[in-house]
Structure formats: structure tokens, C-alpha cells
């Protein structure tokens, strides 16, 4: 009956070999195909700077992803997703990830930045100007730490760091065993954005007294600037100074509205856009009011122009100048009561100039006064910091709040640049104490250096300014992100005409034909990280497939040998009497 049997199937298998195929093959396929990739975590991320400038390319020139996912420490890292925690991150692990030809660089972001080391912060700040000093093909991306990310960057590390110290037989097992995660970005390639129109505001305060009044010109820009756009809230850089700003705009108002003290000064108040961008928005406006017009109050007595930049820290007050101010000048006015007020009322904070001829050779000029010194009117700019090249004004780290576990020590200061709204407050009342003797001349009228012009109900509102840099660093403001419609854009316009006359909006746009800057889009997008096995599984799985099919295929078509053997082995011994 078995010899039956096993001719029959014999002849079967070997007469109908494509029905071995039908029988065997969508059995072992099914029974040990993997499962299809399920999405472990879908997250938000923010791309690096991409723009031109002066027709020089800057920043990542990529934005499409779609690789396996790696930390920095694996032996091989092209085209794959470079991932790395900023509490890790190194310039020379970034340089080794575009040496390489990684297929993408993703640096994952602590909830908190405030909360990290101060070293580690002031590494990172220094660092970004380098990240973008030089454009990459590689696309480069930041996240915002949660679990699951965090729990990707664990698997992914130890999967990494594991196949340094194994044999080559062993890598390959472990590299086909373990799980891996595919990062896919859901956007498009970046393209230029055509017409971007960037804003500026102005608004004045007329003086009284004749028609060719001395002008005083106050400016900040609202702009701000990162590594990444969406993460770039300049708190201090320059919120701090746009605060500054509005208050004066109250404090002034108030006082040209009593014909008492309405002064003999016309004030001209301008919120610049673009001046992260080399001061583009300034450039168009002295343009407009000195080239395109017969009557503008930049065109007549301008006393001085003040630009304030980054004042909500520190006990220090610089005003970097281009050219010394000449005695007798309306400047040199400024000069000589910002000592006094400081030297009288805030002894605390050290107060000096600081000289830097303007460099034309420059890409970038150091400073937003130098933009007026061009069309050679006198301005200089006041700010905290002693140099334009601290990091800190171009900073992603530049937030507003500042955790307590930030700090180290008793007496130790915060991680990073911030805003000390008490600072703030201190140094708002120094620019308008100074401004207020120039306006009245009261140096000359034989007033005292500790007579203060603002207080009680004409006091700097310190609830006041921090309400607007809390409103400021709500929401990113890089140029790239604020357009004509913005709630920046309207709510600064809502602001200025509060307490300023002729409040009116100036826009510059890119020249067709030879822009000076060009933006790109794709600056967030949603990144899925997908749970996958590795290439090498495919490979391994299709040869225990092929392995497994041609085993079958020699047992089917000796099956009548096997089946003796087997017998023979199975088969009692007859018993010897």
C-alpha cells in the first residue's frame, strides 16, 4: 500500500512541477513574510535655513527625506539619517555626517533649551554661524524631544554602537534580526518664494516751535534670526529692543501732548524688517524717504538716529558708533547724558563707546546704525553686548523664560541669552531719561544729573514690556515667516498708532533680475519614523526561501528513495531464533 502511495505522489511532483510551485510557494510566503511597516511616531520638524544673500547660497539646499535612520557612532553613515541629541552634538560629528554623504541630519531639541548646561548652550550658539556659513546638499532637520523620539534615538544608538565591538559574523545577524526605522519627510523639495514682501513701520511725534525742527530717529528691527526659522524667537535679539521701543513711543506721547512739555524735536519712531537680513528693510526706507521724495524728515535737520539692539540683560551699555561724535553735536549731546544719567541714577551699570569704522567689504554690516552712516547720517546703536559678533544675536537658544533648574549654583547665571525684564526696565529708563535732556536741553539749563523726568504715573511700565516681549516670543519671527499679512506685522501697526501720528507700513522686495535676497519654503514639515527591517532581512529571507524551496523540490523528486530509506530505518528487526 506505502510503495502504491509513494509512486503515486512520485509521478505527481515529477510530471507537474509548476504545481510543486502553487502548493508550496504562497504557503512559505505567507507563513514567513514579515509584517508590513507600521508608522512608531509621526513628529514635527524644522528645516535649517536655506536663503541667498548677495547671491551667495546659504544653509541646507534639501529638504526631501526618505532613509534608514543612524546615530553619528555607526562605521557607516552614508545616506543615512543622522540622528543626534544637541547634549551630543559636536561640530565634528556634524562634519562627519556631510563628509560621509549622510542622507539626512536630524538634531533632536530638549523640551526646555533654557533648561540645558550653560556650556552646552554656548557651544551650540557658536556654532550655528558655522552650520551656516556654508551651504549643504545634506538636508538638515530639528526636532523637539519627546518618548517616542527619544525612544527612536535609544534603539537606534544602541542598534548603532553595538556593531563596533562585534564579529563580522555577528554584525550580520544582529543587523538582520534587529528592527530599524525608516525617516520620511511628508513635504516637498524647497523652491524659491517669489514676490515675499518684507514690512517696516513708521510712525512720528511732531515737535512744536517752527518748521525746520532737528529730527531724532529711534529704530529696532523685529526680525529674527536661527539656525532654524521656526525655532528663531529672539527674545533678547531683538525683542528686548522693539519692547524698548513701543515704551518710549508711550512715554514720549504723553509728553507732546501737553503743550508744556511738547518739545522743539520732531521724533521719528522705526520698527525695521529684515535686519537679519543685512538690514534690507532700512535700506529700502532711507531709500524711499532720500532718493524718491522731496519731503521727508530724513531729508531736513536730523539731530541723530538711535538704533537699539539687544537691552534686556546684563549690567552693561555700549554704543558702538562709526565715527566719534564731534563736541557740540547734537550726538555728542547724547553721548555726554546717557554718562550722566547712568553715572547719576544707575551706577551699577557700566556705560562706554565703542568705535567701529563700517567695513563695506563686509557681506553683512556689523551693526543696523550702519546702514544710516552710509547715507552719512549720525546714528549709532545702544546695546548690552560689546561686540556685533556675540553669537547670542543669532541664536535659536535666544528664548524668553528661563527655567530654575538652569542654574548650577547659588548666584550662578541662567543658560543662555535671555530677557530680565527688571534689566530691561532699568536700561528703558536710561535711554529715555537721556533722550528727555537732549529733547529739553537740560544739561545747559543747569539741572542736576539725578533729576528724573519719568516717574510716577509717567514711569516705565515694567509690566508693560514684559507683556510685549512675552507676546514677541510667542511665535517665531524670521523673516522668512513674517509676511504682509501677519499678526506681527498688524499688531506692531496697532501698537504705534496708539500713541504716533502718520503710522504707515514700507515693504521691500527682492529685484527680479538681480535679487539681494532670496527665501525658500519647506521650513516645517512632518516627519514619520517608520518601524522597518533592515535591507539585509530581504536579502537573508528571500536566500531561507530559495534555500527551503530547493530542499523540497530534491525531496519531491526523490521521493521514492527517501521513502525507502525512511522505511528501512523505521522497519523492526526480524527476530533471529
Known amino acids: 500500500m506505502f510503495e502504491e502511495a509513494s509512486e503515486v ?10 504545481l510543486t510551485f502553487i502548493v508550496f510557494i504562497p504557503a512559505v510566503l505567507i507563513l514567513v513574510s514579515p509584517l508590513p511597516a507600521e508608522a512608531a511616531h509621526e513628529f514635527t520638524v524644522y528645516r535649517m535655513q536655506q536663503y541667498d544673500l548677495q547671491g551667495q ?12 535612520a543612524r546615530t553619528v557612532e555607526a562605521e557607516v553613515l552614508s545616506r543615512r539619517c543622522v540622528i543626534m541629541r544637541l547634549a ?17 541630519v536630524v538634531i533632536i531639541l530638549p523640551k526646555n533649551m533654557s533648561a540645558m548646561p550653560q556650556d552646552i548652550v554656548q557651544q551650540f550658539m557658536e556654532l550655528e554661524p558655522e552650520m551656516l556659513a556654508t551651504e549643504t546638499i545634506v538636508p538638515v532637520y530639528f526636532a523637539e524631544e519627546d518618548e517616542e523620539l527619544l525612544s527612536i534615538y535609544t534603539q537606534t544608538l544602541t542598534s548603532s554602537s553595538s556593531q563596533g565591538s562585534l564579529s563580522a559574523a555577528e554584525v550580520l545577524l544582529h543587523t538582520a534580526t534587529a528592527n530599524g526605522f525608516q525617516m520620511v519627510t511628508s ?4 523652491k524659491a518664494i517669489s514676490d515675499w514682501a518684507i514690512t517696516s513701520l513708521e510712525g512720528r511725534l511732531t515737535g512744536v516751535g517752527g518748521e525746520d525742527l532737528p529730527t531724532i530717529v529711534v529704530v529696532a528691527h523685529y526680525d529674527t534670526f536661527g539656525v532654524a526659522p521656526w525655532l528663531s524667537y529672539g527674545a533678547d535679539s531683538n525683542g528686548s529692543g522693539v519692547s524698548m521701543l513701543l515704551e518710549l513711543t508711550r512715554l514720549f506721547s ?28 532700512t535700506k529700502r526706507w532711507l531709500e524711499d524717504n532720500l532718493d524718491h521724495t522731496d519731503s521727508s524728515l530724513l531729508q531736513d535737520n536730523v539731530a541723530f538716529v538711535l538704533c537699539l539692539d539687544t537691552l534686556g540683560n546684563g549690567d552693561s551699555l555700549y554704543l558702538h558708533v562709526s565715527k566719534p561724535p564731534k563736541e ?17 541714577q544707575h551706577p551699577e551699570v557700566k556705560f562706554s563707546m565703542v568705535h567701529k569704522k563700517i567695513n563695506l567689504a563686509d557681506d553683512m554690516l556689523a551693526w543696523e546704525h550702519e546702514r544710516f552712516g552710509i547715507r552719512r547720517l549720525p546714528a549709532f546703536t545702544l546695546s548690552h553686548l560689546p561686540s556685533h559678533r556675540s553669537a547670542q544675536r543669532s541664536s535659536i537658544m535666544d528664548v524668553r523664560s528661563v527655567s530654575p533648574s538652569s542654574r548650577h549654583g547659588a548666584g550662578e547665571p541662567p543658560a543662555g541669552p535671555h530677557v530680565d525684564v527688571s534689566k530691561l526696565s532699568r536700561n528703558t529708563k536710561v535711554v529715555a531719561e537721556a533722550l528727555a535732556r537732549v529733547i529739553y536741553n537740560l544739561t545747559e539749563k543747569g539741572a542736576s544729573g539725578d533729576l528724573q523726568i519719568f516717574t510716577e504715573q509717567m514711569q516705565v511700565q515694567e509690566e508693560h514690556l514684559s507683556a510685549v516681549v512675552d507676546w514677541l516670543t510667542a511665535q517665531p519671527r524670521a523673516a522668512q515667516l513674517v509676511d504682509k499679512d501677519s499678526s506681527v506685522v498688524s499688531t506692531l501697526e496697532y501698537q504705534l498708532s496708539r500713541y504716533l501720528k502718520d503710522v504707515k507700513r514700507h515693504y521691500v522686495k527682492a529685484d527680479k533680475r538681480d535679487p539681494e535676497f532670496v527665501f525658500y519654503d519647506q521650513l516645517k514639515q512632518t516627519m514619520n519614523a517608520y518601524r522597518v527591517k533592515p535591507a539585509i532581512f530581504d536579502l537573508l529571507l528571500a536566500l531561507c526561501i530559495a534555500a527551503y524551496l530547493g530542499m523540497m523540490y530534491l525531496a519531491i523528486q526523490n521521493f521514492g528513495l527517501l521513502y525507502s530509506i525512511v522505511r528501512r530505518i523505521t522497519q523492526p528487526k526480524a527476530k533471529v531464533h
Do not use: C, W
Open 88 to 104: 551630543d552634538f559636536s561640530y565634528d560629528k556634524y562634519q562627519k555626517a556631510l563628509r560621509q554623504s549622510a542622507g539626512a
Open 187 to 190: 513635504g516637498a523639495q524647497s
Open 254 to 281: 504723553k509728553l507732546y501732548t501737553y503743550k508744556r512739555t511738547h518739545a522743539a524735536y520732531n521724533l521719528l519712531f522705526f520698527v525695521s524688517g529684515g535686519g537679519k537680513f543685512n538690514y534690507q528693510g
Open 9 to 18: 505522489f512520485d509521478n505527481m511532483f515529477k510530471s507537474s512541477f509548476p
Open 328 to 344: 557740540g553735536t547734537p550726538q555728542y549731546s547724547l553721548l555726554k547724558e546717557l554718562e550722566t544719567v547712568v553715572t547719576s
Open 57 to 68: 547660497p546659504y544653509g541646507t539646499r534639501n529638504a526631501i527625506l526618505n532613509t534608514e
